[in-house]
């Protein structure tokens, strides 16, 4: 799976480990519509094990921690339960090591898919899939989303009580090696005194949305992209919701060869569903939030050949995944263009905040450039893409392009 992406659950119980060269602490929340557990009840982790629907298993630091999910014993009203993990030594962040979800049938132990969370740094804990429940089916997601405050930042995020530690270190990484040792100490503090807590005397108070997710941000201004790198789109510590402009540029290869190529951007639901597309034939769409500049027939001039303005602020909360594509109407292939490109641009000021060059080309007639999806604490993520599609128009992008997702 790849961060956004998600499946259908064919069955009813499910269990999710996290392995990485490293021992992590694995958890589950349950979350309600509003994405807040009910309680602290609804944490479930070494030191509180079990809830309603929901089991935590330990692998003793030879085996992976788990998440088994029993749907069927969900209590009404938990519409997600998100699988976090942290690294169980003091302060370790997650870099220079991947952690690798595994959902599996808790009934036959069948791997039902696998998630690499990509280009991971300064976390100290991470969101790494949730399973979701979505018009009365189960289904899985992947996430990724990092956190830079531990797994106390992840449990303020979503509602549950950290309590500070009366003696700084002793909560630190509850579980040592043999975790049933541990409750005795920490346990009175509910669920949450246990959690990582060197980073917890900054996460109570710090807004966990987004200081945390070790991808490459915007702090340091432009960033330059390659095939399949992300970059989260975030400045300071606060995402970015205004208006960005993702113009998209190409010449001809042979000269004196005019080209018309079409950009466009698809919107998608979170279960990857149409919402609508965006192109020279439909300048606007989810109520003007998305604008297209308009047609250029010919590739000819410098500068962008098409832009595309969205106003991540104004974008309706369905809206959840974007890609913009550029295709041939005429049939010309991309073998025959030079010079294709993508970035997006803070519309405001005119900044150039990501570029990414197109440096290969493929006999085809499309090609998805980037992908923005929304990240479930309220950013949005740019990812290059560059995959080719044989496609004329955006229509025949639509179905690809849900699947790249």
């Known amino acids: 799976m790849t961060p956004g992406s998600n499946i259908p659950l064919p069955t009813a119980r499910v269990t999710v480990d996290v392995a990485a060269p490293v021992r992590l602490d694995v958890s589950g929340l349950l979350l309600t519509a509003d994405g807040k557990v009910r309680s602290d009840d609804d944490f479930i982790f070494y030191n509180q094990p079990a809830g309603p629907g929901v089991t935590y298993r330990s692998g003793g630091g030879?085996?992976?921690d788990a998440i088994t999910?029993?749907?069927t014993a969900v209590p009404p009203g938990i519409e997600k339960i998100v699988v976090t993990a942290s690294p169980d030594a003091a302060g370790q962040t997650f870099q220079g090591f991947e952690p690798t979800a595994t959902i599996r049938s808790a009934d036959d132990n069948a791997v039902l898919a696998t998630f690499t969370p990509p280009?991971?740094?300064?976390?100290t804990a991470l969101v790494v899939v949730e399973i979701y429940l979505r018009n009365g089916a189960w289904k899985a997601r992947a996430v990724g989303q990092g956190y830079a405050n531990g797994l106390a930042g992840i449990a303020t995020d979503f509602g549950v009580t950290v309590e500070e530690?009366?003696?700084?270190?002793q909560p630190a990484t509850a579980p040592q090696q043999p975790a049933a040792v541990q409750p005795p100490v920490a346990p009175p503090a509910?669920?949450?005194?246990?959690?990582?807590a060197p980073p917890a005397p900054a996460a109570p108070p710090a807004p966990p949305a987004v200081p945390g997710t070790g991808?490459?941000?915007?702090?340091?201004?432009?960033?330059?992209?390659?095939?399949?790198?992300?970059?989260?789109?975030?400045k300071g510590g606060r995402p970015l919701l205004s208006q960005v402009k993702m113009g998209l540029g190409w010449e001809p290869a042979y000269r004196g060869k005019d080209i018309d190529l079409d950009a466009s951007v698809i919107a998608y639901g979170p279960q990857r569903n149409h919402i609508d597309s965006c192109y020279f034939g439909k300048l606007q769409i989810v109520n003007g939030a998305i604008r297209h500049s308009g047609d250029n027939l010919t590739g000819e001039g410098g500068g962008d050949d098409e832009v595309i303005t969205v106003d991540l602020g104004r974008l309706p909360q369905d809206v959840s995944g974007l890609v913009f594509t550029v295709n041939s109407f005429s049939g010309q292939k991309f073998t025959q263009v030079a010079k294709a490109y993508c970035r997006l641009l803070d519309a405001t000021t005119g900044e150039e905040l990501v570029r990414f060059d197109l440096t290969s080309a493929e006999p085809q007639t499309g090609v998805m450039m980037a992908k923005l999806i929304r990240q479930f604490s309220g950013e949005w993520e740019?990812?290059?893409?560059?995959d080719f599609v044989k496609s004329r128009t955006?229509?025949?992008?639509?179905?690809?392009a849900a699947q790249a997702l």
């Open 62 to 64: 030879t085996a992976p």
């Open 69 to 71: 999910v029993d749907t």
């Open 119 to 123: 280009s991971l740094g300064a976390e």
């Open 165 to 169: 530690p009366a003696a700084p270190a």
């Open 190 to 196: 509910p669920p949450m005194s246990a959690p990582q």
């Open 215 to 234: 991808k490459i941000n915007l702090d340091k201004g432009r960033v330059s992209l390659q095939k399949n790198q992300t970059v989260s789109l975030v």
């Open 382 to 386: 740019m990812t290059a893409m560059g």
């Open 394 to 400: 955006v229509r025949g992008m639509v179905k690809p």
